[in-house]
Nanobody, 115 residues
Framework: QVQLVESGGGLVQAGGSLRLSCAASGSIVSINAMGWYRQAPGKQRELVTVITGIGSTNYADSVKGRFTISRANAKNTVYLQMNSLKPEDTGVYYC?????????WGQGTQVTVSS
């Protein structure tokens, strides 16, 4: 079994920054892609960003230039640096990890951006 634990969410004013972390633990042989989704109230969950095992990244258009994903493979941890936050970035942020071709999810962390 694999567990993902997120941290770093909170309340911030528009224009501010937050850094999310997600650490994977448990029966891990190898982690392929890791990434972040978010879900705003009343909306479907959407992909924010993903990073592959070799460090290739992809971002949703809405966060390009503001968010940066990175990972520390030795720690099985993925990070999301969020700058220039906007009220529309508000939502629950979920990390995921592709561990041996099976997806695991974190419990989610709330990010609220006030205007």
């Amino acid at each position: 079994q694999v567990q993902l634990v997120e941290s770093g969410g909170g309340l911030v004013q528009a224009g501010g920054s937050l850094r999310l972390s997600c650490a994977a633990s448990g029966s891990i042989v190898s982690i392929n892609a890791m990434g972040w989704y978010r879900q705003a109230p009343g909306k479907q969950r959407e992909l924010v960003t993903v990073i592959t095992g070799i460090g290739s990244t992809n971002y949703a258009d809405s966060v390009k230039g503001r968010f940066t994903i990175s990972r520390a493979n030795a720690k099985n941890t993925v990070y999301l640096q969020m700058n220039s936050l906007k009220p529309e970035d508000t939502g629950v942020y979920y990390c995921y990890a592709d561990v041996s071709r099976r997806n695991y999810w974190g419990q989610g962390t709330q990010v609220t951006v006030s205007s």
